[in-house]
């Protein structure tokens, strides 16, 4: 399902994830383009925060801005008070976007980041705004129909191994006794959210949704041709598609280059990557 990477347990505004410029306590962007044409909005995995998005700013063109989620209780949000239920979080992120949502935007969520994309596409949606152009769905099966388990409740030697299981945890965090009790906190806490949810019954979503997959992902085991797509294409009135790279649960940082390029075809073929380095803020 899903995991972590190590994490800054600095606090303040724009500290715990270097060059990144807050958009209040949920949101993070790391370069603002006032005349772009489209937004991207990326959810983290369970354990995961806004961090883990900071590459792809790079290789990005400027009519496209990317904004990422920080769930609270990591990186920059270490003091803010976690939370484990999906209707909470998804109302809190919801409030944040309304004023960004002045042009066309895409949704993208990893893992238990998917299933809050389609929640978060559905709120918006209830609150009058348009819907998203397009929802990615990365490293999980559809709401409803993805396996649940009972991580969460289980002791941290369980949760560790879990975490092995699905790799993309650096090795030092778990070895390190202070690093890995700091960080099972906000795993354990995601794990209950992603763990406890239930979906609602929905109207189906009119956007068209696009499935993300590794080829050895223990999660989620699809193929190119497969016309269910983990479910997700009984969630929406328009096309499904599978795109399926190479690698495991966390396929998309060995791919980063690839998801990217692919994300950009599939907003729009006028999308095309430039060859800017780096960001200049620290």
């Known amino acids: 399902m899903n995991t972590s990477s190590p994490t800054s347990r600095t606090t303040g505004a724009g500290l715990g994830v270097p060059g990144q410029r807050r958009l209040g306590p949920w949101l993070r962007r790391w370069a603002a383009y006032p005349g772009a044409r489209f937004r991207l909005v990326c959810l983290p995995h369970a354990g995961g925060g ?3 998005y900071r590459p792809w700013a790079a290789l990005l063109p ?5 904004i990422a989620v920080q769930y609270p209780g990591r990186e920059d949000r270490w003091n803010d008070p976690m939370v484990d239920r999906m209707e909470e979080l998804v109302n809190a992120v919801a409030d944040s976007l309304l004023p960004l949502i002045d042009r066309p935007y895409a949704l993208f969520g990893h893992s238990m980041g998917s299933a809050i994309a389609w929640e978060l596409a559905h709120e ?21 129909t993805a396996q649940v388990g009972e991580v969460h409740r289980q002791d941290d030697a369980a949760l560790c191994a879990e ?23 906000y795993i354990r806490n995601d794990y209950r959210l992603i763990e406890t949810y239930r979906p609602a019954a929905r109207p189906l979503l009119n956007c068209p949704i696009e499935v993300f997959t590794g080829d050895v992902d223990p999660e989620v085991r699809l193929a190119r041709s497969d ?54 803020t620290p």
Not at 62 to 66: A, C, M, N, S
Not at 124 to 144: D, I
Not at 227 to 234: I, L, Q, T, Y
């Open 163 to 185: 975490l092995k299981r699905l790799g993309g945890t650096h090795h030092e965090v778990l070895a390190d006794p202070e690093l890995r009790a700091a960080v099972l906190g």
């Open 124 to 144: 918006l949606r209830a609150r009058g705004v348009s819907g998203p152009r397009r929802l990615f769905a990365s490293g999980r099966e559809a709401p409803g």
């Open 227 to 280: 016309v269910r797509a983990g479910g997700w294409a009984a969630l929406t009135t328009a096309h499904t598609a599978v795109q399926v790279f190479p690698g495991g649960h966390f396929y998309l940082n060995s791919q980063r280059e690839r998801v990217v390029s692919t994300v950009l075809r599939r907003l729009s073929p006028s999308f095309t990557r430039d060859a800017r380095g780096w960001p200049s």
């Open 62 to 66: 400027p009519d496209v801005e990317l």
């Open 50 to 52: 806004a961090s883990s």
